[in-house]
Structures are given as structure tokens and as C-alpha cells.
């Protein structure tokens, strides 16, 4: 019985000794009191992730939530999915294609086409705060190298996250003073029977060992993950993605630090739903 009860500790003592967050707790209060539009404020005339949704969302006084990935050719496209086909209605992978291609490609049959970052932060200009995700990818070491140079010269307030802990790793080495955030997934039996246990291990706060984020992001649907829980009592400044509603926000506004909504306007009684299927931030 003993023997049992050592183990039971010593797997508590490891579990805890890879869960840690950055300690000492980090300031956030600069990103403290704002709601962020997930890929801008963007509705049917608005494409996700385009310009004219980030100026809206600097407009409305909103901060931002937005994606970063490569390109063929090395430049920063501002883009959510591996493919072109849902946003661009085009089968190809944004990973394969140049930015001069890209331009080609109108975003929802609009004039809008995929922005790059600089031309992000010279539209955003600091207004609000931004957090900008960086997507995992087999050349994430040059996107972080990019991205960090450009947030170096950016006069405006930005923080960082990803799914993948090495890339946040890649923060807490080279530019310690940049909070970081590790986006999560709940683990599920689906999850623990897949072929990714990355998701699983992301649930359990264990990859924090390689980044220890100042944030953990989880997604607002599944708000019921006592080890993202156990991240606030850590710590750990907490982030909710993406909040689809009024009443969903309410409810969550005491739980976490941040939140990340879309498909809606915080604060306007009238709402013009978007229908969307749930996805990664």
C-alpha cells in the first residue's frame, strides 16, 4: 500500500515539475482589459485574418487575435488554415505557393486578398494589443526568426502563442521578455486513442516543461479541463478561445484572463451570426 501511495506522489511531484508556468507570474496588464476579435472582427463582407477586419477591430476597440504562417518563398502570411480551398476556394497549401501567387487569390470572392504581418502592424500601428499565433509548420525555427525580428521593431503591444510548444520554447530561448502563451486541447478518450498524442500531452499541461508559458489558451467549449484549472492556481494567466456569444462570455468572464470571441459583436444586443464550423484558434 505504501509502495502505491510513493507512486501515486512521485507521479504528482513529475506531473507538477512539468506543468509549471513561468514563475514568477509575469505582468500582463497591458493586454488586461480588452476582448480580442478572433482573426479581427470579421463578418460576411469581412473576410477572417484581412485587413479590412483588423481595421475594424481597431475601430470597435477591440484587440486582436491573428495567425502567421510561411510561405514557399519566406514571407509572413497572415492565414489560419494549411489550405487555400475553404478561404480562397483554390486546392493548394499556402506552404506551396509564393506571396505573388497568393495575391492572386481574393479571400471569399472579395477584393481582400491574404495580407502579410508588416502590412498587419502598419495597419494595427498599436493601437490595440495583439496576440499573434504562429502555426506549426517544418520550418518553424525561420518563422519564429521573422516573426521575432518584426515584433522587435513594432512599436505596438504583442504577445505570442502556439499549439506547438517548441515554437513557444523558441521564445522563452531567444526573447525571454516576450510573454508567451501554450495553447492547450482538453484530452479526451478520442484524443488518448488517436494517433496524436501530442493533443493528450497538451491537455496535461505536461509540454509546459519546454515553454513555461506565462498564458495557457484553451478552447472555451471545453471548459471543463481541471489540469488547465490547476494551470491558474500555478500561476499561470489563463485565455479562452473562441467565445461565440454574449452569454458564453458572461459566463467565463470570472474564470479568465482573456478572452477570444468571434461570430459576434461584445456589448451590441443585436448579433449577425456567422455559421462556422469549431476550429483551432
Known amino acids: 500500500m505504501l509502495w502505491i501511495l510513493f507512486v501515486i506522489l512521485l507521479l504528482a511531484l513529475l506531473w507538477l515539475f512539468c506543468s509549471l508556468p513561468h514563475l514568477p507570474t509575469r505582468s500582463m496588464s497591458d493586454f488586461e482589459g480588452w476582448d480580442y476579435a478572433h482573426r479581427g472582427l470579421w463578418d460576411a463582407y469581412r473576410p477572417e485574418n484581412s485587413l479590412t ?27 489560419h488554415d494549411d489550405s487555400l480551398d475553404r478561404m480562397c476556394g483554390v486546392r493548394k497549401l ?13 479571400l471569399l470572392d472579395t477584393p481582400e486578398t491574404i495580407p502579410t504581418l508588416p502590412e498587419v502592424l502598419r495597419t494595427v500601428d498599436g493601437a490595440v494589443p495583439l496576440i ?23 512599436p505596438g503591444t504583442a504577445c505570442i502563442e502556439s499549439f506547438d510548444p517548441r515554437i513557444v520554447r523558441w521564445f522563452r530561448k531567444n526573447r525571454p521578455q516576450r510573454i508567451r502563451g501554450q495553447l492547450t486541447a482538453f484530452p479526451t478518450r478520442r484524443s488518448v486513442c488517436s494517433k496524436s498524442p501530442k493533443t493528450l500531452l497538451l491537455g496535461l499541461m505536461v509540454c509546459n516543461v519546454l515553454s513555461r508559458p506565462d498564458f495557457v489558451a484553451q478552447e472555451a467549449a471545453t471548459d471543463r479541463n481541471p489540469f488547465f484549472r490547476a494551470m491558474h492556481l500555478l500561476g499561470a494567466h489563463t485565455v479562452a478561445w473562441t467565445v461565440r456569444s454574449q452569454a458564453q462570455m458572461d459566463s467565463l468572464r470570472s474564470r479568465y484572463d482573456l ?23
Open 132 to 154: 499573434v499565433e504562429l502555426k506549426q509548420g517544418p520550418r518553424s525555427k525561420e518563422l519564429c526568426r521573422k516573426v521575432d525580428l518584426l515584433l522587435q521593431r513594432y
Open 53 to 79: 477586419a483588423f481595421r475594424r477591430a481597431v475601430q470597435s476597440g477591440f484587440g486582436i487575435e491573428l495567425d502567421v504562417q510561411l510561405t514557399t518563398d519566406g514571407e509572413l502570411a497572415v492565414f
Open 94 to 106: 499556402l506552404s506551396d505557393c509564393t506571396l505573388a501567387e497568393l495575391r492572386g487569390y481574393p
Open 259 to 281: 478572452q477570444i470571441f468571434d461570430s459576434f459583436v461584445p456589448g451590441e444586443n443585436a448579433t449577425d451570426e456567422v455559421e462556422r464550423e469549431p476550429s483551432e484558434t
